[in-house]
């Protein structure tokens, strides 16, 4: 049975306070340690944390800089370096736990938060999950608006704007969108900033897509109003490692772990992860 969950915060590398969890289980066979997407949570993330306790593996999460109970400014960087360090910091919190080599697991923002950082630090982890991954933008943005994008982002940085973000385009399961709508840590807003680093990390994530070889396993919603699926597979192909496997799933929306036929999603993420890492 799973051990009840452990709440607690730790200090990101410039002193930001970010809010970890960890849920663990009896005689793990090893630790996933999830980032989750942007204007989200870890809370979000409990269910799939449960199903994955079952299957014998410790979870741990955390909220990165402006979001959920971890501080910062809400949806802003001022560099993408930002979520990197944020998440290296959690990945020593994770080892600190006694995992040397954690499962990196990253859904939509976290999924390219996750990809960057294996790109040049794999060697610390036994294996990358990526769910939806926010390799690039659905919806294409017409060049004038990305040009008076980038001119407000070098001048007025922290300038707020409207994701446009409709609930209704994450999953077919009405419940999960009224939750997500309802919930008072759900973020509707991101910086200017925010929008060109995240650009400028989708295009430099793809360009050094050869340098990934630890066992790769992307899920990808074959009907995602946000994440480009067209760019999730130009990085699959160009993923330099020999142990990697696609898997997109017709028809489902952006949260393939939140969508109506998530069962079938875990049953394969639990199935690929017990074939890479073994009992302890």
Same mark, same amino acid.
């Given at each position: 049975m799973?051990?009840?969950k ?10 930001v306070?970010?809010f970890?969890?960890r849920i663990?289980?009896?005689s793990?066979r090893?630790?996933v340690a999830?980032?989750h997407?942007?204007a ?5 993330y409990?269910e ?15 909220d990165?800089r402006?979001?959920?109970?971890s501080?910062?400014r809400?949806?802003?960087i001022d560099?993408?370096?930002? *979520? ?6 959690f990945?020593?919190? &994770? ?5 040397a ?9 976290g999924?390219?938060?996750?990809? /960057? ?8 982890l036994?294996a ?7 390799l ?7 060049? +004038?608006?990305?040009?008076?994008g980038n001119f407000v982002s070098?001048?007025?940085p ?11 385009w994450?999953?077919?399961?009405r419940?999960v969108?009224?939750? *997500?709508a309802a ?5 509707r807003v &991101? ?10 990390a ?8 050869g340098? $990934?070889s630890?066992?790769l396993?992307?899920?990808?919603a ?5 994440s ?5 597979r130009a990085f699959?192909?160009r993923?330099?490692?020999a ?5 997109? *799933?017709?028809?489902?929306f952006?949260?393939? *772990?939140?969508e109506v036929?998530?069962q079938? +999603?875990?049953?394969? $993420?639990i199935?690929?992860? /017990?074939?890479?890492?073994?009992q302890?």
């Amino acid at each position: 049975m799973p051990e009840p969950k452990t709440e607690s915060f730790f200090d990101a590398r410039d002193g930001v306070r970010l809010f970890f969890r960890r849920i663990d289980t009896a005689s793990p066979r090893g630790l996933v340690a999830i980032v989750h997407g942007f204007a989200e949570h870890s809370g979000r993330y409990l269910e799939l944390a449960r199903r994955l306790n079952e299957a014998g593996f410790s979870v741990a999460a955390f909220d990165y800089r402006g979001h959920g109970q971890s501080g910062g400014r809400r949806a802003h960087i001022d560099s993408f370096e930002e *979520y990197l360090n944020d998440t290296r910091s959690f990945l020593d919190q &994770c080892r600190g736990l006694g995992f040397a080599r954690p499962v990196l697991l990253g859904h939509s923002l976290g999924g390219l938060i996750a990809a /960057r950082l294996a790109e040049s630090e794999g060697e610390g982890l036994a294996a990358l999950v990526l769910s939806s991954p926010f390799l690039g933008l659905a919806m294409k943005v017409p060049a +004038v608006k990305r040009a008076v994008g980038n001119f407000v982002s070098r001048w007025l940085p922290t300038l707020s704007m409207s994701t446009g973000l409709d609930p209704a385009w994450l999953s077919h399961d009405r419940e999960v969108v009224e939750r *997500y709508a309802a919930d008072p840590l759900v973020s509707r807003v &991101c910086s200017a900033r925010w929008f060109t680093e995240t650009v400028a990390a989708q295009k430099q994530t793809l360009a050094d897509a050869g340098r $990934l070889s630890l066992p790769l396993l992307i899920q990808a919603a074959g009907d995602d109003r946000l994440s480009d699926l067209s760019e999730t597979r130009a990085f699959f192909e160009r993923c330099g490692g020999a142990d990697k496997t696609l898997r997109v *799933y017709d028809g489902l929306f952006h949260e393939i *772990y939140n969508e109506v036929e998530r069962q079938r +999603v875990v049953d394969d $993420l639990i199935a690929w992860l /017990r074939e890479r890492v073994a009992q302890k």
